[in-house]
């Protein structure tokens, strides 16, 4: 009945994946074509994406796609923030840096003498990140590589340009740059200015739907695709293409993306450039169809992932269910931490950090792995509830439910705490929004999904979702929150 299928190459921070997706009226079905690691390579330099090898599995994947049927058209998107920079040949320079790199740890003091915080916020209305792209290339400034560089492609950008020979910059993931005017919704011409930045360097916009280009003759040959194949420009935000996908069918939603990280806020029409918006560094990052993503990063699920890294090089087995069946058994707020603690942030011995940062708070430090991931869930579930609280206030919003979508959906007792410390009933799923958000843009350039509310609801009546319901311990969950003084991560 589905003639064609829109393949999704969706990358993320510690896994890439190819999955097709075919869309009918009344039905949403995925297939994983190709599912691969992404592991970043230590350098003298610094810390690195595996470019190539993502590109490689990229068109792998793509040709095992090609072996299932006939591909409709390809959309690309991945993390935000990181570049690849062309020189005037439109060579790659060097591989582009992972946003974890420590380079960028003062890279602010160099941007803030010309363009101080609040001035930065009023025009990009960009959270801060140590590693935003405007950070990054201050910390690179001067050095052979900036000089060299003519064009920057951000990571979905490069992919894409590497499939079909185009260049552009996609829209919802220019508005992470730092370089992104958030009321006009395009480039922030006197900021680069001012920092010296040449505007030549940025590609034009392309927004979500618009075509991107066709496949280069190799990439067709080494694929099996036919090279006329179009690839549509999507969110190429991962962010941006999962709240496209989140399954909400009535208003007052908040979301959580769980994954790596969570990106926990609301969908606005318009964004919020205060003071008190700054100050609680929420950020206004570019939906589809012109809506706002007003959210905070909170560390996520890199902190287990990190600890379960950490566990099996020490030849410790750390499978994910052994592990929450572990923590739901361990004693209720033990400890608490604040995820988005700057010492979090880079890669390293992240159960020791949890207990150091627990023993300078002077709480119980966590006893065994259980402890330490039942603190982890507990304190992300403890910041939803803060960020969250704080969008509604911010952006004087009401919120009554909560979806949770995302490879954290798949987490039982993350959900059931959410819902706990929120006092919201929290809607898991889908655990592949990503993808799902990307395969709809696709789906809906091709004419066979009208618009975004049609997208969610296709969404909503055709994925398996859970419910979960507060348990009504929020005394509980009140003092624990008593307990944290969070980091002020803003400057
Ligand atoms: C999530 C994400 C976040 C972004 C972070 C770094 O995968 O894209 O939205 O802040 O990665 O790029």
Partial sequence: AFPSAFAAVDLGATSGRVILGRVGPDNLDLTEAHRFANTPVRLPDGLHWNMLALFQETLDGLREAARTGSVASIGVDTWAVD???????????????????????????????????????????????????????????????????????????????????TIGTEATNASTTGLFDARTGTWAGALLDRLSIDPALLPPLR??????????????????????????????????????????TEPHFAYI?????????????????????????????????????????????????????????????????????????????????????????????????????????????????GAVVRCILESLALAHRRTLRQAAELAGRDITHIHLVGGGSRNDLLCQLTADATGLPVIAGPTEATALGNILVQARAAGLVADLAAMRRLVASTQHLRRYTPRGDSAAWDAAAARLTPARTEP
């Fill in 83 to 165: 570049y690849g920079l062309l020189d005037a040949d439109g060579v790659l320079l060097g591989t582009p840096y992972h946003y974890r790199d420590s380079r960028t740890d003062d890279a602010a003091q160099r941007v803030w003498p010309r363009v101080g915080p609040e001035e930065l916020y009023r025009i990009t209305g960009l959270q801060h990140l140590s590693f935003n792209t405007v950070f990054q290339l201050a910390s690179a400034a001067g050095s052979s590589q900036s000089d060299a560089a003519r064009t920057l492609l951000l990571i979905p950008d490069l992919l894409v340009h590497w499939l079909t020979g």
């Fill in 207 to 248: 927004h979500p739907g618009d075509p991107a280009g066709t496949l280069l003759p190799h990439v067709a040959a080494h694929t099996g695709l036919d090279a006329s194949t179009p690839v549509i420009t999507v969110a190429s935000h991962d962010t941006a293409s999962a709240v496209a996908a989140v399954p909400a």
């Fill in 257 to 369: 993306s769980c994954g790596t990280w969570s990106l926990a806020g609301l969908e606005l029409d318009a964004p919020v450039l205060t003071e008190d918006s700054r100050a609680a560094n929420f950020t206004n990052e570019l939906g589809v169809d012109g809506t706002v993503r007003y959210l905070r990063n909170i560390m996520g699920m890199w902190l287990l992932e990190e600890c379960r890294r950490i566990w099996e090089a020490r030849g410790l087995p750390a499978h994910i269910p052994v592990l929450l069946a572990e923590a739901a058994r361990s004693t209720a707020f033990g400890a608490v931490i604040d995820p988005d603690d700057p010492v979090f942030l880079a890669p390293g011995d992240m159960p020791e950090r949890i207990r150091e940062h627990c023993r300078r708070t002077d709480q119980p430090v966590p006893d065994g792995r």
